[in-house]
């Protein structure tokens, strides 16, 4: 799987978006970009992922750039609750028999100010 | 949906004792992993099933661990006997296409 880059911790003020940069620079044309995270003390929760398009869901958005050597994730509106560690994962799709081993690496500590 | 079901939430034992951790999966994922997670070795894979029949085990650490599910609404991890240095938060995960839905877990604290 390719490896990722992010930033280590970001702050961000409540209600306002949060932008989660994630570098991928050597990823390969059947990966795609998965985004979990988790708040301390629990389990890690799926967020959203995507190969080249551009994705939304109840939770987040994902804009992969058109090389798709880097992503960004997007938080509309931050709350105190998204305060947590994000990862950024480059896998092949399990339906496109893509090992089953999810790898989490360091993330990215989000920090959600009042 | 009541999500990944762990028991116990914490579990506290001496050194030698045998400890059992306890999963439900949600239903209808025919996938379902343990991990385990420390500060110093982050979140790692110890062993998944597939459909009720274990895949791959190479991320268990020792003989002293094993895993079992009799059926696809429970699995256990047992660690017998349990070492200070298996003190960890074990994670259960269920997997339904292409997102894995991880408990609570279960802190475990070996004296």
């Known amino acids: 799987d390719a490896k990722t880059t992010q930033p280590p911790s970001m702050d961000c003020a409540e209600g306002r978006a949060a932008n989660l940069p994630c570098n991928h620079s050597?990823?390969?044309?059947?990966?795609?970009v998965y985004w979990y995270r988790q708040i301390h003390s629990q389990g890690p929760q799926y967020i959203i992922h995507?190969?080249?398009n551009n994705e939304t869901n109840e939770m987040a958005s994902l804009i992969i750039t058109e090389d798709r050597k880097s992503s960004t994730l997007i938080l509309p509106h931050a709350t105190l609750r998204d305060t947590a560690v994000y990862y950024c994962?480059?896998?092949?799709?399990?339906?496109?028999?893509?090992?089953?081993?999810?790898?989490f690496g360091k993330g990215m500590k989000l920090t959600v100010n009042p | 949906d009541a999500g990944v079901i762990q028991s116990p939430r914490h579990e506290v034992t001496e050194m030698g004792q045998e400890v059992t951790l306890r999963c439900k999966p949600i239903?209808?994922?025919?996938?379902l992993f343990w991990y385990r997670q420390t500060m110093m070795r982050g979140l790692e894979l110890l062993i998944y099933?597939?459909?009720?029949?274990?895949?791959?085990d190479s991320g268990m650490p020792e003989d002293r661990f094993s895993a079992k599910m009799p059926n696809a609404s429970f699995s256990t991890l047992k660690i017998q006997p349990s070492e200070p240095r298996d003190s960890a938060v074990y994670f259960c995960?269920?997997?339904?296409?292409?997102?894995?839905?991880f408990g609570p877990g279960t802190r475990l604290t070996v004296l």
């Open positions: 050597t990823i390969s044309g059947n990966e795609y």
């Open positions: 994962i480059v896998r092949v799709a399990w339906a496109q028999g893509g090992s089953e081993k999810l790898v």
């Open positions: 239903s209808g994922h025919d996938y």
């Open positions: 099933f597939n459909n009720n029949v274990p895949i791959d």
């Open positions: 995507g190969l080249k």
């Open positions: 995960a269920s997997r339904k296409r292409e997102a894995q839905y």
